[in-house]
């Protein structure tokens, strides 16, 4: 299962139905999700252009990153942002056994609750790193109440190979009421990050599309 495409198909929605790849509606209701920080200057960085444009969002944070960071974490709970778990050490889940991504999805989910911030966090949402999770992670982590966020768009902001135009092409040509965006607060993205999400927001908004959390 390579999830590295631009748009998910419907297929793929169906095959792996237990995982939420986008949230249905009829209000043009949109979801724009971070993973990977929390990163000092890059994710400060969107926090500031999230709250220029009055708009909450999904951090999947890598446990690591909370404790390296956990002045810029309490920074994005404090703003109004969901909060969800990537793994201690963004874990490719096909690499490692059941029980040793389960082990690095509870230190991540003890690293979220190290702050009294949190508190008011009470969803349990997930997102595994490159969209890889073997059935039987998925099913302890949901017999545990997590419920496994994907995607319906995917950035590419990662990839070096494209330029930041093309990210922001991948943003809004792919788009519809109900879509989960994935972008990357991380170092690596920030390039195309910079550039196209600023430019995507402007014209998703235009659109009429209106941007939500996902709780």
Known sequence: ?????????????????????????????????????????????VLDLLKKEEIKATFFCIGDNIKKNPEVFKKVINDGHSIGNHTFNHLKGWNFSTEEYFQNTILCEEAIHSTSEIKNQKSKIFRPPYGKIKPSQSRKLRKL???????????????????????????????????????????????????????????????????????
């Open 1 to 45: 299962m390579d999830l590295m495409w631009v748009k998910t198909n419907a297929f793929i929605k169906w095959v792996f139905r237990k995982y939420i790849w986008d949230i249905p509606n009829n209000e043009k209701k949109i979801y724009l999700t971070f993973d990977d920080g929390p990163i000092p200057e890059v994710t400060e960085w």
């Open 145 to 215: 109440g997590y419920k496994i966020i994907m995607w319906d768009v995917l950035s590419v902001d990662y990839d070096k190979e494209i330029s930041p135009e093309q990210c922001f092409e991948n943003i809004i040509k792919n788009t519809v009421s109900g879509s989960i965006i994935v972008c990357h607060d991380s170092i690596k993205a920030f390039k195309n990050l910079e550039y196209a999400l600023p430019k995507a927001i402007e014209y998703l908004k235009n659109k009429g599309f209106v941007f939500e959390r996902i709780d």
